[in-house]
């Protein structure tokens, strides 16, 4: 379904009620435009101000639905800039949803950020390190609502250059795994041809980007089993039926579901991370269970996983005369970008940025729930790449704001790009 810019969806409408257009700022995100081998692209330059923006976006971080003072921060600035900022419809009431109309119609996408920080202690060293205690934007999405404003002040400077319209999505809770299925239940996508998203990678080096049809992030499962006993002394164990055995063996043995039920041509993980049992020396506990994770890149090995898991748990069970529950949750679906509008969009990247292979990665992004309501393009921007970086979610982790340029043109020309290829039906 498009968008013309006469016809609006009745969800869309609902949105606009209370929406306020802020007065047209000075630009402070220059800008130039090149055309090489007949691809126009255009080119941004990151100025103080958006680098004040991402130090005060890092220096105050928030939780997952607890995003209040950031997203009221977000509004002012896009209010500041001349764009409009939709009504909420979250339950949490946190995210910002803004709005940018092109001077002629034409499809509607949507250009999402995510807004959420970690239960991190920093421990970055940086001058403007978090000031709020336990809390840190350890997954750079300072980096990502910084670079999205940088378009989204670009893109409301530039209407003219816009055939349809564009929604700026900044959205809560990601690390949460909730923040992109709330958006979808609220109804907030429907009715857009494409989503466009992106993620810091501190794998790549600052100007660097990786954008593709591969598989980019990993499907993800979150595993629990809960195993039930008959508790005893511990120098009587053959009175009871004791769960630590048990437990020790299903361990080892889901070990093996990947090196002998997988190709070895296919990333896959199951990783056991928590282990609870027993809470006194002499004492063989009744209960007892553990917890952990699988990534995949593809739903059959993702199914072949659990059932091979739940067949080995099951039998383990029986075998050591106890039993045991199973929790599944396939929470998360591999990331793929739509396979046409990924690579038309990667054509024009060289023009301003180094286009680089894709390095999947094993973990999670709820970006991929979009997946249920429309066309999905996501891109890995190079944040750090330097010798003995430290990853995501790391206390120590630095994103560079050479990220931010990259980033920010990003936005602006895969949007550009994909509204044209909307347009043409492609």
Not at 83 to 99: C, D, M
Not at 211 to 217: I, R
Not at 246 to 252: Q, T
Not at 376 to 392: E, K, M, Q, T
């Amino acid at each position: 379904m498009r968008w013309a810019a006469r016809h609006v969806s009745s969800s869309f409408v609902c949105w606009m009620d209370g929406a306020r257009n802020g007065d047209i700022a000075i630009m402070r995100v220059g800008s130039t435009r090149l055309r090489k081998r007949g691809i126009m692209v255009e080119h941004l330059t990151i100025g103080p101000e958006l680098i004040d923006i991402r130090r005060h976006l890092h220096a105050y971080p928030e939780l997952g639905f607890h995003e209040e003072h950031t997203s009221q921060f977000i509004a002012d600035q896009l209010r500041g800039h001349g764009i409009v900022v939709l009504a909420n419809p979250l339950p949490s009431k946190t995210g910002v949803i803004g709005l940018i109309e092109g001077e002629r119609p034409g499809p509607a996408i949507a250009l999402r950020a995510d807004i959420d920080a970690l239960p991190v202690a920093e421990r970055s060293e940086l001058e403007y390190a978090s000031h709020n205690e336990g809390v840190m934007h350890a997954c750079g999405h300072d980096l990502h609502m910084t670079s999205l404003l940088a378009a989204a002040f670009w893109l409301a400077e530039h209407r003219e250059r816009i055939s349809g319209r564009i929604m700026l999505l900044f959205q809560p809770a990601e690390e949460l795994g909730e923040g992109a299925l709330a958006v979808i239940k609220a109804g907030i996508v429907d009715g857009l041809d494409a989503i466009i998203g992106t993620h810091n990678n501190p794998d790549y080096l600052p100007g660097q980007i990786a954008v593709g049809t591969e598989p980019m992030m990993a499907g993800c499962v979150k595993f629990a089993v809960r195993l039930h006993a008959q508790g005893t002394h511990a120098g009587y164990p053959h009175m009871g039926t004791g769960p630590i055995e048990a437990l020790a063996s299903m361990i080892l043995s889901v070990q093996s579901i990947v090196s002998r039920n997988a190709t070895p041509f296919h990333p896959l993980v199951v990783s056991v991370t928590e282990i609870h049992g027993g809470d006194v020396w002499n004492v063989v506990p009744a209960e007892a269970g553990f917890l952990g994770t699988a990534r995949y890149f593809y739903k059959d090995d993702g199914q072949m996983v659990e059932r091979c898991f739940r067949r080995i748990v099951a039998a383990t069970a029986e075998a050591y005369g106890i039993t045991a529950d199973v929790e599944w949750d396939d929470f998360a679906d591999p990331l793929v970008c739509d396979t046409a509008l990924a690579a038309a969009v990667a054509q024009d990247v060289p023009q301003y940025a180094s286009l680089e292979p894709i390095h999947p990665s094993m973990a999670g992004e709820d970006f991929c729930e979009y997946a249920q309501r429309t066309r999905l393009l996501f891109a890995f921007i190079g944040s750090n790449g330097a010798p003995g970086h430290y990853g995501l979610h790391s206390p120590h982790f630095v994103g560079l704001d050479g990220e931010l340029q990259p980033a920010a043109e990003f936005y602006v020309n895969a949007a550009l790009r994909v509204l044209k290829e909307c347009a043409a039906g492609q």
